[in-house]
């Protein structure tokens, strides 16, 4: 397994977006799905969105219309982009892949706070 890491959480008002980016210093093609979980205070650890080796995508109802989630293997870059974020988005956001090996990664977190 290679290290995940964040990046680009922070404070934002309501309304306004930010961009989450993971990498990778392996191949994204390592991993046959790639995702973002986020997980609040005294909650679980929820999947906000997730990306195939292939490209296709899914989403938290929650966020569905608001965020949205690609991948750039030149990069080796997984990115989250949020808009129209919500007091309801604060959390530690967490890059999630899983290899094809099935063994599963996770970054160290990033905490979004969404506040006036």
């Known amino acids: 397994q290679v290290p995940l890491v964040e990046s680009g959480g922070g404070l934002v008002q309501p309304g306004g977006s930010l961009r989450l980016s993971c990498t990778t210093s392996?191949?994204?093609?390592?991993?046959?799905?790639m995702g973002w979980y986020r997980q609040a205070p005294g909650k679980q650890r929820d999947l906000v969105a997730t990306i195939t080796n292939a490209g296709s995508t899914s989403y938290a109802d929650s966020v569905k219309g608001r965020f949205t989630i690609s991948r750039d293997n030149a990069k080796k870059m997984v990115n989250l982009q949020m808009n129209s974020l919500k007091p309801e988005d604060t959390a530690v956001y967490f890059c999630?892949?899983?290899?094809?090996?099935?063994?599963?990664?996770w970054g160290q977190g990033t905490q979004i706070t969404v506040s006036s």
């Open positions: 392996g191949s994204i093609f390592n991993y046959y799905v």
């Open positions: 999630y892949a899983r290899s094809w090996s099935m063994l599963d990664s």
